[in-house]
């Protein structure tokens, strides 16, 4: 079992940066691939970024390349995602998710349905 808790979101305004947390607690931390989902009101949930179990490769979406960077601190337990130029349609919550299988391309990085472990979200608001 993987427990994993998010922080960090709250309101900003366009063109501004947060930086998301996930705490994660329980399996390895060390052998889970983590990624970052996000899910606006009425839409279904979408890939944004991952990272692998070394956190020598990660991979985003085209949506959010060259404005946000995954990171993982090993020591911490935690995953972050730094968003930076942030724009209304970035609105939405974001949800960490954990894998144990680790990840070797993009297309295994979006899969959604490969993420065994989810937190609970949290709130990200963009205002223009």
């Known amino acids: 079992q993987v427990q994993l808790v998010e922080s960090g979101g709250g309101l900003v305004q366009a063109g501004g940066s947060l930086r998301l947390s996930c705490a994660a607690s329980?399996?390895?931390?060390?052998?889970?691939?983590m990624g970052w989902f996000r899910q606006a009101p009425g839409k279904e949930r979408e890939f944004v970024a991952a990272?692998?179990?070394?956190?020598?490769?990660?991979y985003y979406s085209d949506s959010v390349k060259g404005r946000f960077t995954i990171s993982r601190d090993y020591a911490k337990n935690t995953v972050y995602l730094q968003m930076n130029s942030l724009k209304p349609e970035d609105t939405a919550v974001y949800y960490c998710a954990a894998r144990s299988r680790d990840i070797y391309s993009d297309y295994e990085s979006k899969n959604l349905g490969a993420y065994e472990y989810w937190g609970q979200g949290t709130q990200v608001t963009v205002s223009s």
């Open positions: 990272v692998s179990w070394s956190g020598g490769n990660s």
């Open positions: 329980g399996r390895t931390f060390g052998r889970s691939a």
